[in-house]
Structures are given as C-alpha cells and as structure tokens.
C-alpha cells in the first residue's frame, strides 16, 4: 500500500492539527508530509544529535541562548515551511512564538537513508536562506563524517570532515569536534 499523495492546506489548518496530531509532520509550502513515513530514528542518531544539542548546551545557557533536538518547529517564513530540524540554536531575539523558532544561527541535521536527499537539497536551500543562519551540518550516523557549511558574508563555504577535525560555531564563538559529536557512537 502507497502513501495517498500529500494535500495542500492552510498554515493555520496545519498548526491547529499538528498540536493534535500523534506524529509529527512537517509543512512545506502548502503541503503536509509525516514524519513517521520517514524510517524512525535510529539508535546512532539519537545519540548522535543529543551529543550535539549537549555540546552546545553548557555555552548556549551561558550566553542566553537555546538550544532544541528535535522537537522545535523551525518556521521559515520566505518558504512558508515549519520543519523539526535534528538540532537547532537560537541566539538573540525573543522566541517569536511558544511552538517554534524562525532565528536558528545553526541547525544540524542527522542523515538517514530517507532523509539524505531532502537534507542536501532542499533543507539546504531553504535553510541557508535564512538570514541568522552561521552554520550548517550534515552528519552521518555511519561513519564519523560531517559536512560543515559556514556562511561568509553572502556566500557559504562547504568543508567536509572525515574521521577527526571540528566545526566552527561563531555564534558561541566556540568549536565542535568531531569526538564531541561522535562519543560513544562511533
């Protein structure tokens, strides 16, 4: 059996049933997709996105920042998109509303099967269209691999990281490495 095709509704239709809907789903330009048609989470990337959000937290707090895995709606408001981004900071600015973000300076999204495609293509383009964005990561839950995209000025720059090496979070004005991310996984 095949999922039926995805049917446009409003935002407000969305963010009304999506506080009462038992999966969640995200919103693209007019049309919903669930999250649980995607393969579920696996035990690597848990722990890899919670070793993330925990290596932001401790500078995060300290500079008034937020940090969210997974459960924050990203809201982007050029795609008319809300998205759940693997890890999310927020610095600056008030949260604009109770369920959602729409300031990230850095998301990170854990790559699965499902996903790897819509997280380079599309998640990349709506994302790095959001003006408070510093940083975007892409990172395996296979190998010790992450895909850094770092905004500069106008342009971003991609550097990849295999094995070893670290991101930069200018937002924090701190690093990740790899070690950090990958601890305990892999």
């Not at 691999?145 to 550097?159: A, F, I, L, S």
Request: charged share 20%; hydrophobic share 35%.
């Amino acid at each position: 059996m095949t999922d039926a095709a995805p049917k446009a509704i409003s935002v407000e239709d969305y963010l009304r049933t999506e506080r009462e809907s038992p999966y969640k789903r995200e919103y693209v330009g007019g049309f919903v997709y669930p999250l649980h048609a995607q393969a579920g989470a696996s035990s690597e990337h848990g722990r890899i996105s919670l070793r993330i959000a925990a290596a932001l937290l401790p500078d995060a707090d300290g500079q008034g920042c937020r940090v969210y895995q997974s459960d924050m709606q990203l809201f982007v408001s050029g795609a008319s998109s809300y998205f759940y981004p693997d890890v999310m900071l927020v610095c600056g600015g008030d949260q604009p509303g109770r369920y959602h973000e729409s300031s990230p300076c850095l998301l990170a999204e854990v790559l699965s099967t499902s996903t790897v495609h819509n997280d380079r293509r599309h998640k990349y383009a709506v994302y790095t269209a959001i003006p408070t964005l510093q940083t975007y990561l892409l990172v395996s839950q296979d190998e010790r691999y992450v895909v850094e995209y770092q905004r500069n000025g106008k342009e971003w720059t991609m550097r990849e990281h295999r094995g070893a090496g670290q991101v930069d979070v200018p937002c924090l004005g701190q690093v990740l490495t790899l070690d950090q991310i990958y601890r305990g996984v892999l």
